[in-house]
Nanobody, 124 residues
Framework: QVQLVESGGGLVQAGDSLILSCAASGRTFSNYAMGWFRQARGKEREFVSAISWSGSTTYYSDSVKGRFTISRDNAKNRVYLRMNNLKPEDTAVYYC?????????????????WGKGTQVTVPS
């Protein structure tokens, strides 16, 4: 089992920055690719970003590319999502996910483990 706990969400203004953090515990963190997904009210969950176990490979959705940066610290069992130039359309609950298959997680939005999410709100 892997337990994931997100933090760092909040209410910010358009154009602001925010850093989300996901703390992992349980099985060996460095064995897992990590991802961030989000779900806006009334919409389906969507892929945001993902990173390989080593950190050498990253993926981003087109909607956040150039604004968001994913990173991980395997020594601290944490993955981060730095979000710059936030927009109202970024408003959603953001979920951290872990899976041993990076590309499967990116393509299918399915993962072995999920956190409970953290709310990010950017008023229009």
């Amino acid at each position: 089992q892997v337990q994931l706990v997100e933090s760092g969400g909040g209410l910010v203004q358009a154009g602001d920055s925010l850093i989300l953090s996901c703390a992992a515990s349980g099985r060996t963190f460095s064995n897992y690719a990590m991802g961030w997904f989000r779900q806006a009210r009334g919409k389906e969950r969507e892929f945001v970003s993902a990173i390989s176990w080593s950190g050498s490979t990253t993926y981003y959705s087109d909607s956040v590319k150039g604004r968001f940066t994913i990173s991980r610290d395997n020594a601290k069992n944490r993955v981060y999502l730095r979000m710059n130039n936030l927009k109202p359309e970024d408003t959603a609950v953001y979920y951290c996910a872990a899976d041993q298959e990076l590309t499967v997680m990116v393509v299918t939005a399915v993962a072995d483990y999920w956190g409970k999410g953290t709310q990010v709100t950017v008023p229009s």
